[in-house]
C-alpha cells in the first residue's frame, strides 16, 4: 500500500498499523491536542511516554505522573491532555500522557519504525531534521505521516481537517518529491488553508470552545514557534539532540 514512494500519509491506528512496518520513521500528528501537548512538554524539558487511553495494565506498571482527563485536573493531579493546563502545571521530568487518538496510535507502532511526534507548532522543525537525515527523499528510507482523526461515537474513526493539515504541514516542511498521491493530497490541503480559521471553525475546535478549552486551540495553531523534534527513544518522547539526526535514534 503506497509502496515505492518516499513519503506516505494514512488516518488512524489501523492507517498506522499497516504503513508503519518498512518505514523508516512515521510522524504521528494529533493537533487536538496530544502532538500539541507533546510539543508543549518537550519545549519544558519532559519526557513523555505514550499509552492508550484505557490501558490500566500499562497505568500499574509505570512509576512516573499520569496525565488526567481534561475535567479531571485537580491540585494533586495537575496534568492532563491540555496543553494549556500543561502550561500551568508544575514541572516533571517524565509524563504518561494517554489518549484514544495520537498516544494510542504511538504506542501501538513504536516498536515498528522511528517515531515523532508532529504538529502544526513543530513542523518546520520536524520536517528539517528528516530531511536532513534523508528520511522521505530517499528510496530506502521512506516516512509515513499519520492524521490521528477523532472518533465517533461507536469508537469509528472521524477524519479530522486539523490532523490533516498538520500532516500537509510536515510534508511540506520535508520537501521531498516523491509523495503518495495521499500525501500529495494532505500537501495541498495544507497550502491552501488559512489555519488559524479552518481550525478554530472546525468540529473539534468548536468543540473544545464550548467546553470552555479554547486555549488549547490557540495553543495548537502556533504554526511554527518551536523548535524542538520530539523524537520516541527510551521508551519516551524527547527533544532531539541538535545534529543528532534520524540514523542516530534508540528505541526503548
Not at 492508550?52 to 475535567?71: E, I, L, N, S, Y
Not at 520536517?127 to 505521516?145: F, K, Q, S, Y
Not at 520516541?232 to 527533544?239: H, P, T
Amino acid at each position: 500500500m503506497q509502496r515505492g514512494y518516499g513519503v506516505r500519509f494514512d488516518w488512524g491506528l489501523e492507517g498506522a498499523r499497516r504503513l508503519a512496518p518498512g518505514s523508516a520513521y512515521a510522524v504521528v500528528v494529533d493537533v487536538l491536542s496530544f502532538t500539541t501537548s507533546v510539543s508543549v512538554l518537550v519545549d519544558a524539558g519532559t519526557r513523555v511516554r505514550p499509552r492508550a487511553w484505557h490501558d490500566d495494565a500499562a497505568a500499574q506498571t509505570q512509576d512516573v505522573p499520569v496525565a488526567v482527563g481534561r475535567r479531571a485536573v485537580t491540585p494533586e493531579r495537575p496534568w492532563s491532555l491540555s496543553p494549556a493546563a500543561l502550561r500551568r502545571a508544575p514541572r516533571t521530568a517524565e509524563l504518561v500522557l494517554p489518549s484514544p487518538n495520537g498516544s494510542a496510535i504511538a504506542a501501538a507502532i513504536k516498536d515498528h519504525c522511528g517515531l515523532v511526534a508532529g504538529s502544526l507548532r513543530n513542523a518546520a522543525a520536524v520536517g528539517r531534521w528528516l530531511r536532513e537525515a534523508g528520511i522521505g527523499t530517499m528510496p530506502d528510507r521512506p516516512l509515513t505521516v499519520i492524521a490521528a482523526g477523532e472518533r465517533w461515537p461507536d469508537d469509528s474513526l472521524r477524519p479530522a481537517v486539523e490532523d490533516l493539515l498538520g500532516a500537509g504541514a510536515v510534508i511540506a516542511a520535508l520537501g521531498a518529491t516523491t509523495l503518495s498521491p495521499e500525501a500529495e493530497t494532505a500537501l495541498r490541503a495544507y497550502a491552501g488553508a488559512d489555519l488559524e480559521r479552518t481550525i478554530t471553525d472546525s468540529a473539534s475546535g468548536r468543540e473544545l470552545a464550548a467546553t470552555g478549552f479554547a486555549e488549547d486551540v490557540a495553543i495548537a495553531v502556533e504554526a511554527n514557534t518551536s523548535d524542538a523534534v520530539p523524537v520516541f527513544r527510551d521508551g519516551a518522547f524527547s527533544a532531539a539532540e541538535p545534529g543528532s539526526g534520524a540514523g542516530s535514534r534508540s528505541d526503548g
